[in-house]
């Protein structure tokens, strides 16, 4: 069969090998789909935490199953599946308390061990969820939108509550709209002009602000010369995620979603004296990741205009580096197998 392996930073190669052998507690797994997000682009560029080469990348997976053992959750072959990429030990301090998000000993599909770029898979039965009726695309989209999910679920946000989302990425525009559908007044800030007229078009989100135009003033003349009590950042930006607290009411709480590699420096009286709720968000859980799928299945997520970009496989090398280039006007890439 054949993969695309990220063998160093900079350079794909398409390969060969044996289809793999399904074990005992596993399904024979065909892709049908692979979403790219920025844990990928930051692979291919170098950057990425938590990251050794080569490796397959790939982590945002539909599937379809090919063969599989009899199994409580009544899969079968043919079965169209949703992956959740996260697999955890169930062993450890974390696992114990239900954070298998963060395991101690996680390992990521596509980060940690090879993910979906590979024509097939055998992974365990335990961490595959029936799609139902969802389309491909849908079901490749389950998990972006799940770290959003984990974020929403983290900052527990209340009926009517103002709601500041920085970075409007693929991560933040699935944070926004479940930032929305959660009940929050919602305000999406970024630098990109275009990617503020897409919250306003295609994701119903009324209120914008251009970090480069007086971004504290406009969010105070929204919300009734208060700021939000709750501040996601979605950049991974050292800056933002720095200056992102700045924004948020006293008694308020900073989300921290986007990942920057090195240290970041927060001034602690000015923290201190918003009695800041300080709280990072990472990978999702098996709940999130089912709350998304309603939330797909009930149509609330604008799932044509996010895919932006859909390649075959074979050529998907010779696409990747458009990606990185925001002046594409890449939203969501996606690589279908069956082309």
Not at 47 to 59: A, C, E, K, M, S
Not at 172 to 188: D, E
């Amino acid at each position: 069969m054949k993969y695309i392996v990220c063998e160093k930073p900079g350079k794909f190669l398409l390969k060969e090998k044996e289809a793999p052998t399904r074990k005992k507690g596993e399904a024979l797994l065909r892709m049908t789909r692979v979403g790219i997000c920025g844990t990928d682009l930051h692979a291919f560029q170098g950057n990425q935490p938590f990251f050794t080469y080569p490796r397959i990348l790939g982590h945002e997976l539909a599937a379809e199953i090919l063969e599989i053992e009899p199994n409580e959750q009544g899969l079968k072959v043919g079965d169209k599946v949703i992956i959740m990429p996260y697999i955890s030990c169930q062993k450890c301090i974390a696992c114990r308390k239900g954070k298998t998000n963060c395991c101690t000993n996680i390992q990521v599909l596509g980060v940690h061990t090879d993910g979906g770029m590979q024509e097939m898979m055998s992974l365990p039965i335990d961490i595959l969820i029936p799609a139902g009726n969802l389309t491909d695309e849908a079901i490749a989209l389950v998990e972006p939108l799940a770290i959003g999910a984990h974020s929403i679920r983290r900052a527990a946000i209340q009926q009517g509550e103002t709601v500041l989302v920085i970075g409007c990425g693929p991560i933040g525009l699935g944070i926004l709209k479940q930032a929305q559908l959660a009940g929050g007044n919602v305000i999406s800030m970024d630098i990109n002009a275009e990617r503020l007229a897409f919250v306003q078009k295609e994701m119903g989100i009324q209120y914008t602000v251009n970090v480069l135009e007086n971004p504290m003033e406009k969010i105070l003349a929204i919300n009734d010369g208060e700021l939000p009590t709750i501040v996601i950042d979605a950049t991974g930006n050292k800056k933002a995620l720095e200056t992102g607290v700045e924004y948020m009411a006293h008694g308020g709480k900073y989300v921290l979603v986007g990942l920057f590699k090195g240290d970041l420096s927060f001034n602690h009286p000015f923290i201190h004296s918003r009695e800041t709720t300080l709280l990072c968000s990472r990978n999702a859980t098996m709940e999130d990741m089912l709350k998304v799928k309603e939330i797909l299945e009930s149509g609330q997520f604008p799932i044509a205009a996010y895919i932006t970009h859909t390649v075959p496989f074979s050529v998907m090398i010779d696409n990747f580096n458009a990606w990185i280039n925001p002046e594409t006007g890449v939203i969501k890439a996606m690589v279908n197998f069956e082309d």
